[in-house]
């Protein structure tokens, strides 16, 4: 059966990414509005009405609008945007984590900070390594198109920086689907950047061995890991220690790769996620979800 597919905000980078990914699907009919209807209430309320599955590729306040405009029971949505990701009645489009995205009629992405952070953190405090009140810090780097078209076009005309911090006043969207998904009591310190590059991220959680169970070892947490990702294609955990680590590395994929270093001796550990802003952090899992709600292969239209 086909299914409709509408994506709202497709002409923005998320969008413009989920559409490539779509192209030359055989099993998906896409709705879609002309260039100067895109932003008309009355089209996009018979367009999300007219669809099985609604993409919403928007800012926050215009994603929920277009959830208002939906008026019946059968249009499921997939959101981008942060505007429901601890939101009661939604799912956590994070299959890998166990969140029945399958069986949900509204999911919600997950950011693309937080889908490294949870894929490092989730797993360990699940199998009892870390516990749930620990205050943790995470550090990510991401490239500009993290940051939209404005951001695109802000560093495409020089006036970006190769490498620049933000969100210092410590508050970040992004830091209550991290607290609430890891299962953590204490709100993680999120230090976020910027790299002058267009995509690809770096995300970074230390640790103290005093943080974990007693006696932890490094095995133990690659092992926790494994065991959490062994039937998840578009994750992997590096088996062998790597020396050096990119933010290229998984940039144009769909994949994330995640690294467990420690050394003993000074009882601290660095985890290390690296992934696409646009692709596993984004578009490629917006893509994965529907997969997944449709009933599709799981990957189709991914890289991995
Ligand atoms: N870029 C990324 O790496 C990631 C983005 N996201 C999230 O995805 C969402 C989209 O982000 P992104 O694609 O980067 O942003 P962009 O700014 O590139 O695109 C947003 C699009 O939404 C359109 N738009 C804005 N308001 C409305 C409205 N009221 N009705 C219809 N269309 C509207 C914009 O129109 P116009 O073209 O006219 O400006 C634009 O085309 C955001 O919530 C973002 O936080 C999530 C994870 C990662
Ligand atoms: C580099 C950059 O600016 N990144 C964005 C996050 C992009 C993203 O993940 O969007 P969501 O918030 O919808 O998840 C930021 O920090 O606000």
């Not at 006036?159 to 508050?171: K, T």
């Amino acid at each position: 059966m086909t299914a409709s597919v509408f994506i709202d905000g497709a002409a923005g980078t998320t969008g413009l990414e989920i559409r490539e990914r779509l192209a030359g699907r055989t099993d998906l009919e896409l709705v879609t509005l002309a260039d100067n209807k895109r932003k008309d209430a009355a089209a996009r309320r018979d367009a999300v009405n007219a669809a099985d599955v609604v993409i919403l590729c928007l800012p926050d306040d215009a994603a929920r609008e277009a959830v208002a405009l939906i008026d019946n029971p059968r249009t499921r949505v997939i959101d981008a945007s942060s505007a429901h990701r601890v939101a009661a009645g939604w799912t956590y489009g994070f299959p890998e984590l166990g969140f029945d995205v399958a069986g949900a009629a509204r999911v919600s992405n997950p950011g693309c900070y937080p889908t490294g952070f949870l894929a490092l953190v989730a797993p360990l405090v699940r199998a009892g390594l870390l516990v749930a009140d620990t205050p943790l810090a995470v550090h990510g780097t991401s490239g500009y198109s993290g940051g939209g078209k404005a951001m695109i076009a802000e560093f495409e005309s020089g006036a970006g920086s190769a490498h620049r911090a933000y969100a210092l006043g410590l508050g970040h969207k992004h830091v209550p689907e991290m607290t609430q998904h890891a299962r953590l009591t204490v709100a993680p310190i999120f230090m976020p950047s910027v790299a002058n590059i267009h995509r690809g991220m770096v995300i970074e959680v230390p640790l103290h061995a005093a943080h974990l169970a007693a006696g932890t070892t490094l095995d133990q947490v690659r092992g926790a890991l494994s065991d959490a990702y062994r039937n998840a294609p578009l994750v992997r955990v590096a088996a062998d220690p790597a020396t050096l680590i990119r933010i290229e590395d998984d940039a144009g994929t769909d994949r994330m790769t995640l690294h467990a270093f420690a050394s003993p001796d000074a009882g601290q550990f660095r985890l290390v996620a690296t992934l696409d802003n646009l692709g596993k952090g984004a578009s490629g899992a917006a893509v994965q979800n529907l997969n997944i709600m449709i009933g599709a292969d799981p990957l189709a239209g991914l890289v991995h």
